[in-house]
């Protein structure tokens, strides 16, 4: 992950990223499999994927490359790396690299990739118009920057169940305009402006909708407070009130569970894509 807000630690998560990892990418694959076309990833090309995470998209992108080509992942999270390097390590992809990097501080000569993805990551970025001046920088001439960020709170109830009220239990005000935090690209138009003013061309937009499905709300609630990095400070609240938080957690998911008992989670992406001109020598 990317450098975070004061209040989200991702390092405490990793477990929980990595223990819920499967269930969480039925529905996110899609994304993965979304930002390889938009990216237009060429079979022997050299691939950066930012904020990795527990390693995607890079996982996908070596599934997709198989032995070809080259890719670089990075995250500024050590437990995270550790867990993406476990997972792809089953595959025993040889061309894959995990580099504990900050997303804003981008340790490449220029035009060292021919396609850069980023899958939720861009939000949190402290600085995003420095950090995609030197995305585009890295990049070939020619070369694709494709990313992915979620869209607004109300279309993605995934975070949305979760997060009021757990803000709420910490006394947490909304993130002020232009801050991190999750939902901060979620307009279409300023994702696109930060693009323009960074120097890409050919910008493509797009809205992509996933379901995330949790076999019940108990799934749900187990597998959000592992996943959340604001757990470390829910966990210092006294336990009558975490009680009462998870409760409420719970009584909201209820609204999306089917007749079967399935919590089933409809949310938006945005994905967003750009090229480097092919004139431009930066």
């Known amino acids: ?110 035009s060292t990739f021919h396609a850069v993805l980023c899958r939720f990551g861009l939000m949190f970025l402290r600085d995003l118009k420095a950090a995609l001046e030197t995305i585009r920088s890295l990049l070939a001439p020619g070369g694709r920057f494709a990313a992915a960020v979620w869209g607004p709170p109300e279309h993605v109830p995934l975070l949305a169940v979760a997060l009021g009220p757990v803000h709420e239990a910490l006394s947490l005000p909304a993130p002020a305009p232009g801050e991190p935090g999750p939902f901060r690209l979620a307009a279409a138009p300023l994702l696109l402006q930060a693009l323009r003013e960074a120097g890409f061309v050919q910008l493509h937009i797009e809205y992509l909708r996933i379901e995330i499905v949790f076999s019940s709300v108990a799934e749900y609630v187990e597998a959000i407070r592992a996943l959340l990095p604001e757990r470390q400070h829910v966990e210092h609240l006294p336990t009558t009130r975490q009680i009462l938080l998870w409760e409420e957690v719970a009584q909201r998911a209820h609204a999306y569970q089917d007749e079967r008992g399935f919590v089933r989670f409809p949310n938006t992406v945005i994905c967003i894509a750009g090229m480097r001109d092919l004139d431009d020598t930066w």
């Open 1 to 110: 992950m990317v450098r975070s807000e004061p209040s989200r630690n991702w390092e405490t998560t990793a477990k929980g990223w990595t223990r819920w990892a499967t269930v969480l990418e039925r529905g996110m694959r899609a994304i993965s499999d979304r930002l390889i076309a938009l990216g237009r990833i060429p079979p022997t090309g050299r691939i950066l994927d930012i904020a990795t995470g527990i390693g995607e998209p890079a996982l996908t992108v070596a599934q997709y490359m198989g032995e070809r080509g080259q890719i670089i992942a990075i995250d500024r999270s050590l437990q995270m790396l550790s867990a993406a390097h476990r997972r792809i390590g089953v595959f025993s992809f040889s061309n894959v690299a995990f580099l504990q990097m900050d997303a804003e501080r981008l340790g490449f000569p220029p």
